[in-house]
């Protein structure tokens, strides 16, 4: 016996499946095929704990934006814990564009502090909540926030993951801050952030390049690179070039569309994105999840 189509949740083929009673059923559409089939890799258990960082050598070109919306995505449709880490040491501001208020402690507060923290209560002393999605803070101040070094992030990180199974890692352009040995060697994923200028996509390529080159070629294997359009992109960039040179260090390439919602810089919220760019970060998130075990 053949296997019926699942029904439909919305346009005309929903309408036709209601007003027939279900005895008419034309099935999903193919968009609504695939974002089923996207939301269902999203749901990917993930069996041990999973860090995604999200790094380039450049700033001010999607980090941030991409580590919220790709956590807050996690976080509104898998059914565990998901909570996001500031470690930019240039004063990130990942606290600020997800949640509202005064951040109640930072990332360096939580190292320092970590042996106190023996319950999920405690924990909550250090994070925000934005939607499902748990926020650490980063220090403002940056002779504080330099200071964080891999064993910090290391003690700070198992301190969290007691409690969750996903940890999103927004991290700053320096590569070669002490921090970053602790935060690579502990990601099981990368997010590659770029955009179709000519210095974002290189930043970009140089970031796969150097992961590879200083034995993190697991990471820039299975990297997704995000490339945010920022502004209208001009007619005289390749982007299809772009894409495909991009693609030849890493698992995927996938566009964040312009959205005034993201390129604003204030809070960032599901519910105020363009369609295509909430689409984008479920592409992204899927394209991680895919990978959890």
């Known amino acids: 016996m053949r296997d019926l189509p699942p029904a439909p949740a919305r346009g005309w083929r929903r309408l036709v499946h209601t007003l027939t009673g279900g005895s008419i059923n034309p099935g999903p559409s193919p968009a609504e095929q695939r974002h089923r089939e996207l939301l269902e890799a999203v749901r990917t258990r993930a069996t041990q704990p999973e860090v995604i960082a999200t790094i380039c050598l450049k700033g001010g070109i999607g980090k941030t934006s991409t580590t919220a919306g790709?956590?807050?995505?996690?976080?509104?449709?898998?059914?565990?814990?998901?909570?996001?880490?500031?470690?930019?040491?240039?004063?990130?501001?990942?606290?600020?564009?997800?949640?509202?208020?005064?951040?109640?402690?930072?990332?360096?507060?939580?190292a320092a502090h970590a042996s106190d923290v023996a319950s999920m209560t405690d924990l909550n002393r250090y994070a925000g909540i934005a939607d499902r999605l748990s926020v650490i803070a980063g220090d403002q101040e940056p002779t504080i926030s330099e200071s964080l070094?891999?064993?910090?992030?290391?003690?700070?990180?198992?301190?969290?993951?007691?409690?969750?199974?996903?940890?999103?890692?927004?991290?700053?352009?320096?590569?070669?801050?002490?921090?970053?040995?602790?935060?690579?060697?502990?990601a099981r994923h990368v997010l590659i952030a770029g955009g179709y200028a000519v210095s974002g996509a290189r930043r970009a390529e140089s970031t796969l390049r150097w992961l590879t080159a200083h034995g993190y070629h697991h990471l820039?294997?299975?990297?997704?690179?995000?490339?945010?359009?920022?502004?209208?992109?001009?007619?005289?960039?390749?982007?299809?070039?772009i894409e495909n040179t991009l693609a030849q260090h890493s698992a995927t390439v996938i566009r964040v569309p312009h959205d005034q919602a993201v390129a604003d810089g204030t809070t960032i919220s599901l519910d105020r994105l363009q369609p295509a760019t909430a689409d984008a970060y479920l592409q992204i998130a899927a394209s991680i999840a895919r990978n959890f075990h």
């Not at 969290?160 to 002490?178: A, F, I, K, L």
Request: contains cysteine; glycine residues 6%.
């Open 149 to 186: 070094s891999a064993d910090d992030f290391v003690t700070a990180l198992q301190a969290v993951q007691h409690y969750y199974n996903v940890v999103m890692v927004d991290c700053g352009t320096g590569v070669t801050h002490p921090s970053m040995v602790g935060i690579l060697s502990n």
């Open 70 to 110: 790709v956590g807050l995505t996690l976080a509104r449709h898998r059914g565990d814990r998901i909570i996001a880490l500031d470690a930019n040491p240039d004063a990130g501001d990942l606290y600020e564009r997800t949640c509202p208020g005064t951040p109640p402690a930072t990332l360096t507060d939580l």
């Open 220 to 241: 820039a294997r299975t990297a997704a690179v995000v490339l945010t359009q920022t502004t209208t992109v001009s007619n005289i960039v390749d982007t299809a070039a």
